[in-house]
């Protein structure tokens, strides 16, 4: 049973690098102290072979690699590993551990007396670039003597019991105070522990972010600026910055402040034929908030140097990074991995992450730039962070192979056959094989999607083995069906079940022809009667032509349900294009995506079923002989061939060559040095040993699959990950997450969600469970079918658990996500239609036991439901807002946030009227749900005030409320809280839905009573 408690045993992965070959990967290990409260925080290395750790003080979080064999990281004590305590220092000043790859103590390498943010090292030995914030009051105060800066820095302390603010915002969540912070650029020479500022003066602005070019020589930042019209309001448009790293030059770029500038890099362009050009340019991923508000998606921006103006290459929405919730995430995560000639870029797609590489094609001769993107992992689940080894991954699959012994069914998820070792390469990996029991899966009982060698689904409780129902299908020993309309069998409800009768006639389908559905009896079905003969049929086994029983094969295409163009039987192909002949594709040959009948390619000539060799309409198709060219020879992971060249038949030469960035000019002379410089592809440097012809590059995840938490992943392609580590291997009795999907009544879109049933979930009608519903925060955020803890306490403790991505969230598109001026409306629909569809599909549910709850977002709409419905029984809201008028003034976001979301234009009278009747606590009259309210006083994105106000209300009402505040706590709490406060959380908020819904339970109550020490 999954308890509270299990989450100090936990560990999370964050913030992998890689050293400048890419032979070594290091990333930041963590895990709970709870007898200190605190997270251990260590550097671990993996080379693809050895996973070790590399630093023990526990504090190691921020760190990078300083070359080859050196990773330096941060500090917060000069003397770190000695007795020897200095005394305590006032003034800014940062200090940094040396320590090599190999191993060895940790050894002091230098201090920077700024707050540094990060640090870069540069091509010259021992030099860095400095991003380091610093008082405009003492801008200079890095010059000045130890001792000077002692003084200063005492002297502000003593009068900080009162603070003088004079612009906005003066505070953020997670950092505190900022009145008067800005940042800088600086060079660090560690040798001479020289500090030079860049550029002519103190700069009045905050960075957002840097980005270097390859070589190294140039950097590009964005910047908010505190001038002319915004001298005392943070903007969130930036201008745009870029500095000559050799002549330590800021030169402005874009100065309109018209665009958020998300994020940027510098790429080097490649051609028509997918070779590099060598051409560097800047691209932006930006928005300009015009069309959906701050929540805009970004599309890709180049600023175009000879018009000084950024010029958008596609239409194409960046949904950008992670919006997967989870509460077992922490540290930070990566968004971006860029390369020389392409990005690596995390988006959210539905109700997963997924890793996509683009490239930016350059037309010589329009001078045009367009984008090309490539899937590289797209599986349901998280992609959290990535990263590249110039390894093969052979190498890997070999040292991480798994010896598990699973035995399940020959229905069993993983693929595994009852008996035989766990089929690890297929996808059961991720259901960990520590099962101690056999699965129990009936081989021809589709009675649990979630028979995944854990142990827990037992299908003998069906009572009809042969049955193919969906949602548990069940014959009653009456012999009569307990299933709706939707079992396959045909029987209705309260009728006798035919799944273990006649059918009545008989069945005259294979059973590998899903000609009929509903054809679904028994096994013994013989489709050697079936009139209709799919034999006669180009679609192989699989033939799914939507005939009848006793009907004639409508089936007269030439392709199955998987070709390319979606054509219909006997129609001709429904491609975007007008082609006019029927598609040729055959089902096995993905000859290109291209193939899409534009009347030429016919990869009926096609030998190679697997080719995937991206021939092109008119071209023959080219995998017809022996492969001798090798494209594993190629040590760069830019390679975009649609074929992996060691298993294609490309003739003599490599006919991939088109899709291949590996580079023909990356040279290696006779000693295997590199004869090339910033335009090798290869990631080596002139004169360094050459990787080209030597490595394998393999891609590797940080991520959330199936119900594992955070593990590094091997990727061999979109849908396979090979799971590379197992910090995680506690064998939970965790529950898989069912779909759920119900049709908005707002605008006809799906809206996707998951139910969590308890384990021991029956059912018979009398059974009765509690249900609560969980909502997300964001609202840009959207619920995945990955691990969270919560859900699967409360599963565990007997609730029906339900979760949704109403109208607002992520992953859909910049249309779906809009609910500016909205909240409460058309997101408020699709949670209350939800759970009625949950209700329907489970009427085990007590509609009389409800809970509710949900933090930021997810806050206020719990708000937003106890002041407009009563049908629930209990309510716990978390971080939340109550009351938009006093969000807009307390909030760190709140000047910004509260008139965009409610779509006002600054805090005139009529907005102020429109904020507050889209407040929740303009309802609060109507509100009877007994409610619990979680609120830090360290929250500055939801100010503990919104807690407070709501408190007030219910009391004075007389609606039975507890607030319940955590002391030095962020908006984070659930996230990276300190441990005991992240438990203590969660036991309120069970004890609080025990207490009101599952009343009879009282052992369970007092239980948890003592835990929240109530």
């Excluded at 290990?29 to 251990?40: A, F, L, R, T």
């Excluded at 309309?485 to 590998?512: A, L, R, T, W």
Aim: proline content about 3%.
């Amino acid at each position: 049973m999954i308890k509270v408690e299990d989450l100090r045993n936990f560990t999370f992965l964050s913030n992998p690098q890689t050293n400048p070959s890419r032979t070594l990967a290091a990333f930041v290990v963590s895990n709970s102290d709870y007898e200190q409260n605190k997270y251990i925080n260590k550097i671990y290395t993996f080379d693809g072979q050895a996973l070790k750790p590399l630093t023990e003080a526990g504090n190691e979080t921020d760190f990078l690699f300083e070359d080859e064999k050196n990773i330096l990281f941060k500090t917060p004590e000069k003397n770190r590993y000695t007795a020897q305590t200095e005394a305590e220092s006032k003034r800014p000043l940062t200090h940094y551990y040396r320590i090599n790859v190999d191993g060895g103590e940790a050894a002091y390498a230098f201090s920077i007396p700024l707050d540094v943010e990060k640090l870069w090292p540069l091509n010259n030995n021992g030099k860095f670039l400095v991003l380091a914030s610093y008082d405009l009051n003492y801008p200079d105060l890095w010059q000045k003597t130890p001792a000077e800066q002692e003084e200063i820095c005492r002297h502000n302390e003593e009068t900080a019991f009162c603070r003088q603010i004079h612009e906005i915002p003066f505070q953020a969540n997670g950092t505190g105070y900022l009145y008067n912070r800005r940042s800088a650029l600086f060079f660090f020479d560690a040798v001479s522990e020289e500090l030079e500022l860049i550029g002519e003066d103190y700069p009045n602005y905050v960075i957002k972010w840097v980005s270097l070019n390859n070589a190294k020589t140039k950097a590009l930042f964005a910047a908010t600026c505190y001038e002319g019209n915004d001298e005392y309001r943070y903007c969130d448009f930036a201008k745009l910055y870029e500095v000559d790293l050799e002549n330590c030059i800021i030169t402005p770029l874009y100065e309109q402040l018209n665009q958020q500038l998300g994020d940027g890099f510098y790429v080097e362009t490649v051609n028509q034929q997918h070779q590099a050009s060598g051409h560097e340019i800047a691209v932006l991923i930006s928005s300009d908030t015009s069309g959906y508000g701050l929540n805009e998606n970004n599309y890709f921006y180049v600023y175009d140097r000879a018009s000084s103006q950024l010029q958008k290459i596609s239409d194409y929405e960046i949904i950008y990074g992670n919006s997967v919730g989870s509460d077992v995430a922490y540290g930070c995560c990566q968004e971006k991995y860029v390369s020389l000639n392409y990005l690596d870029l995390i988006e959210t797609v539905d109700c997963r992450s997924t890793l996509q590489r683009f490239f930016f094609v350059e037309d010589e001769v329009a001078h045009k730039i367009t984008l090309k993107r490539k899937m590289l992992v797209n599986r349901e689940g998280a992609v959290n962070a990535a990263f590249s080894l110039n390894i093969a991954p052979t190498v890997i699959a070999e040292e991480f192979a798994s010896d598990c012994d699973c035995e399940c069914g020959s229905d069993c998820k993983c693929g595994c056959q009852s008996g035989e070792p766990c089929s690890c390469e297929c996808e059961c990996d991720d259901c960990e094989c520590e099962c101690e029991n056999e699965c129990k899966c009936v081989s021809d009982c589709n009675c649990a999607n979630d028979c995944d060698c854990n142990g827990e689904c037992d299908c003998d409780d069906c009572d009809c083995n042969d049955c193919k129902c969906e949602n548990n299908c069940k014959c009653n020993n009456a012999n009569e069906c307990n299933c709706d309309s939707e079992c396959k069998c045909g029987c209705q409800s309260g009728e006798p079940c035919s799944c273990e009768c006649d059918c009545g006639n008989e069945c005259k389908c294979v059973s590998d022809c899903n000609c009929a559905n509903d054809c679904d009896c028994n096994g013994e079905c013989d489709c050697d009667d079936c009139e209709c003969d799919c034999d006669d049929c180009e679609c192989e086994n699989d033939c799914k032509c939507g005939c009848k029983s006793g009907d004639t094969c409508t089936c007269e295409c030439k392709c199955d349900s998987e070709c390319k163009c979606g054509c219909q039987s006997g129609e001709p192909c429904s491609c975007e294009c007008d082609c006019g002949n029927e598609c040729k594709c055959v089902s096995d040959c993905n000859c290109a995506n291209d193939c899409d009948c534009n009347g030429e390619c016919d990869c009926d000539d096609c030998d190679c079923n697997d080719c995937k060799c991206g021939c092109k309409s008119g071209d023959t198709c080219t995998c017809e002989c022996e492969c001798e060219c090798d494209c594993d020879d190629c040590e760069c992971d830019d390679c975009d061939c649609e074929c992996e060249c060691g298993d294609c038949d490309c003739g003599n030469e490599c006919k991939c060559e088109s899709d291949c960035n590996c580079a023909n000019d990356c040279d290696c002379n006779s000693d295997n040095e590199c004869n090339c410089g910033s335009d090798c592809k290869c990631g080596c440097q002139s004169g360094e040993p050459c990787s080209c012809r030597q490595n394998h590059s393999s891609l590797c995840i940080i991520g959330f699959y199936q119900q594992n938490r955070s593990e590094i992943y091997l990727v061999h392609n979109p849908e396979k990950l090979q799971r590379l580590t197992y910090f995680n291997s506690q064998n939970l009795s965790t529950v898989k997450p069912l779909p759920l999907t119900i049709t908005s009544r707002f605008d006809r879109e799906a809206v996707n969600g998951y139910v969590l049933l308890p384990p021991d979930f029956r059912q018979e009608a009398r059974a009765s469970y509690p249900l609560i519903l969980d909502i997300h925060g964001g609202p840009k955020t959207v619920y995945g079918s990955t691990y969270y803890h919560e859900m699967q306490v409360w599963a565990n403790l007997g609730f029906v658990v339900c979760c949704t991505n109403p109208h607002g969230s992520d992953g859909r598109g910049n249309k779906f996500a809009d609910i500016r001026g909205a909240y409460g409306q058309q997101d408020y629909d699709d949670l209350m239609d939800f759970l009625d569809a949950v209700l329907k599909t489970y009427p085990q549910i007590d509609s009389k036991r409800l809970g509710v709850t949900g933090g930021s977002y997810g806050g206020f709409m719990t708000n937003w439901i106890i002041t407009h419905t009563k049908r629930f029984q209990a309510a716990c809201t978390q971080r939340s807002i109550s009351n938009w008028l006093s969000f807009y003034g307390t909030s760190d976001i709140g000047y910004l946030f509260a008139t965009d979301q409610n779509k006002v234009k600054d805090f005139s009278l009529e907005d102020q009227k429109t904020l507050w009747e889209h407040s929740p606590l303009h309802y609060i009259n109507n509100a009877v749900t007994p409610t619990l309210i979680i609120h830090s006083d360290a929250d500055y994105r939801c100010p503990y005030e919104q807690g407070m106000q709501l408190h007030t209300a219910l009391t004075a009402l007389g609606v039975p409320n507890k607030l319940c505040v955590f002391h030095e706590e962020n908006h984070e709490l659930s996230r990276s809280g300190r441990i005991k406060a992240r438990e203590q959380r969660l036991n309120l908020i069970t004890h609080w839905f025990l207490q009101y819904l599952q009343a009879d339970n009282k052992e369970l109550i007092q239980k948890f009573a003592e835990k929240c020490h109530i």
